[in-house]
């Protein structure tokens, strides 16, 4: 969805597109006429071209090629259950970083200990 101050809303960008490619105006004056650059002129006459929706794309990326390996996700849950260590511990033993540690311990709902196994009495 475009924010309120957008330049080019969905429907100004389908009529950006139809100017430069049904009525083959040159790109840099319709970017003149809307008050935008002609990458993004071109982006959505490409766009238009290919077929594909005027719509916002998603930023979040297709893949994650960095992301931590299952093995190593595996031994910082089981090393936090086992021994009730912080991120900054099982980095080090797992090495990782704490940030990292900490952040597999989140999306494993595991990043608070419970007070209750603490006392004895």
């Known amino acids: 969805m475009s924010h309120a101050n957008a330049a080019l809303t969905p429907r100004h960008r389908l009529k ?7 009525d083959g105006h ?3 004056e319709v970017a ?4 935008c650059s002609w990458p993004t002129v071109k982006r959505w006459a490409e766009r238009y071209r290919a077929g594909e929706t005027m719509q916002d794309r998603s930023s979040r990326p297709h893949t994650s090629p960095n992301k931590t390996p299952l093995h190593v996700v595996k031994r910082v849950v089981s090393l936090r259950l086992r021994k009730r260590l912080g ?3 099982l980095a080090a033993l797992c090495g990782i970083a704490p940030s990292t540690a900490h952040q597999i311990l989140k999306r494993c709902q595991l990043h608070r200990l419970s ?3 603490l006392l004895h009495g």
Not at 32 to 35: G, H, I, N
């Open 32 to 35: 003149a006429r809307f008050q």
């Open 115 to 117: 007070y209750t196994g």
């Open 26 to 28: 040159p790109i840099s």
């Open 16 to 22: 950006v597109a139809k100017l430069v490619v049904d």
């Open 87 to 89: 991120p900054v511990q």
